[in-house]
């Protein structure tokens, strides 16, 4: 069965760094998705991504968070200057669109980045 | 903005039994609420979803329903295992979001043999 690949599966980083986490989402999936999960609370959304642009972003998705679909295959998220409160899970997700409408379409997760800021 | 509760936070099930989990959700334009089971050191893994046109939906063992007057959805899990033992998440989308979801905080089950 096709998955959404993630890596690194940990990435140690000292504060002020910058970051970038990788994905490479489901091969026919059009629609593209980062959440992160801090430890011991839900899952949040971050941003969404369609046709190499932002889609929608939360109040977490600031200036310092940036996407990007380099290739065919790879998504990534950059975090430019890391700070301790972005210590986290990152997940990445993908779903299908097929021209309906995508806010309900199922969106399949990787096993995600765990990111810590040192 | 939407807000999704979920509770119990912790459930404690003997093996053979059922479980039920339960979510509200505060937008009424939400018109779709997956669940995921997350393992330990794994990413959330879709089990079963439903969209606001139906009441219920069954997947063997696994059934989901919902109430959109009440605004609330439920998963049920019948004749429970050991391997069903772990976190589970309700979350919903808002029609004409662009693929937001929104999460509850999660309900850890523990089947016990």
């Known amino acids: 069965e096709p998955e959404v690949t993630q890596t690194p599966s940990h990435q140690v980083t000292q504060m002020g760094q910058e970051v970038i986490l990788r994905c490479v989402p489901i091969?026919?999936?059009?629609?593209f998705y980062w959440y992160r999960q801090i430890l011991g609370q839900k899952v949040e959304f971050l941003v969404s991504?369609?046709?190499?642009?932002?889609?929608?972003k939360s109040e977490i998705f600031d200036d310092q968070f940036s996407v990007e679909r380099p290739d065919g295959s790879n998504f990534t998220l950059k975090i430019r200057s890391t700070k301790l409160e972005d210590s986290a899970m990152y997940f990445c997700?993908?779903?299908?669109?097929?021209?309906?409408?995508?806010?309900?379409?199922?969106?399949?997760f990787g096993d995600g980045t765990r990111l810590s800021i040192l | 903005g939407e807000n999704v509760e979920q509770h119990p936070s912790t459930l404690s099930v003997q093996e053979g039994d059922s479980a039920v989990i339960k979510c509200t959700y505060s937008d009424s334009a939400s018109n779709y609420f997956p669940w995921y089971k997350q393992e330990l050191g794994k990413g959330p893994q879709l089990i079963i979803d439903?969209?606001?046109?139906?009441g219920e939906k069954k997947d063997q063992r696994i059934a989901v329903t919902l109430n959109k007057t009440a605004k609330h959805f439920s998963l049920h899990i019948t004749e429970t295992q050991p391997e069903d033992s772990a976190v589970y998440f309700c979350a919903a989308s808002r029609r004409g979001s662009q693929g937001n979801l929104i999460f509850g905080k999660g309900t850890k089950l523990s089947v016990k043999p």
């Open positions: 439903i969209r606001s046109n139906v």
């Open positions: 091969s026919n999936h059009l629609y």
């Open positions: 991504f369609y046709n190499n642009e932002i889609s929608e």
């Open positions: 997700a993908s779903s299908d669109g097929g021209g309906r409408e995508y806010s309900n379409q199922p969106q399949h």
